[in-house]
């Protein structure tokens, strides 16, 4: 395993479990504690997690939100699975909305690049990705955030009062059966409630760690939502949540 493959690793084991020890990423990662210590020094340095006693804790609770770069490599084998499965619902000809985040960017490197598609984004970054080939891309404008790269305030807000979506990927960070969706952010919370409300169909996507946690703005009940792709099961109380407001959920599992 490649270095950066192993603390890639070592992130999706913290962040799964809310915390692991050295011991037991050695064990089960097949190096030595000394080789895990200097990793998780080096992961806290870049922000993607936090050193404890004898190991390392997730960074992300309610009230803090997690940055691009700590999402990035979180859950790839996930991620991919889930937007292999959500392109499908792509039509020809749809102006299709992609929220910005981890999982959407997934989404947009497997959309259609010959063109039959109008793609808008408040993501700078998902734009790049979105514009290969032929494909014409729309931005909301607006001001960067630093932390998640979306576009969010009063510019991009206007953008989303002015238009109209045939389909929407959106992402969130968490996911609770009586809390709906919500966010860390009270602009980004602006922005997807709008994109939800302009847009005639909804494709929820995220991994099923989001499920059963609540964050600090909720911006969308579960029955706004169409389709929700995820990469495991539901537990029965979240999926029954999602069915009683007419929700398809499709779980998508990595091969």
Known sequence: MLPAERKRR???????????????????????????????????????????????????TVGKEQTYGQKEVQNIDGKRSIAERAVEEITPGQVVFFDAGTTTMEVAKQ??????????TNSPRLAVEL??????????????????????????????????????????????????????NEDEARMKELMTEKAARVVLVADATKVGKRSFVKFADLGDVDVFVTDAELPQRERQAFENEGVSVVAAPPE
Do not use: C
């Open 111 to 120: 959309a259609p690049t010959d063109g039959s598609v109008l793609s808008v």
């Open 10 to 60: 070592i992130v999706e084991l913290v962040s799964a479990d809310d915390g692991r020890s050295v011991e037991g990423l050695a064990d089960e990662l097949g190096y030595s504690k000394a080789t895990i210590r200097r990793d998780l020094r080096e992961l806290e340095d870049r922000g993607l997690i936090e050193r404890s006693h004898g190991g390392a804790v997730p960074v992300t």
């Open 131 to 184: 514009g290969k080939e032929e494909n014409d891309v729309k931005l909301t404008g607006g001001t960067l955030r630093s932390r998640t790269r979306a576009l969010v305030g009063p510019t991009a807000e206007s953008f989303m009062e002015r238009t109209n979506f045939d389909l929407l990927f959106l992402g969130t960070n968490a996911i609770d059966a009586d809390g709906g969706l919500t966010t860390p």
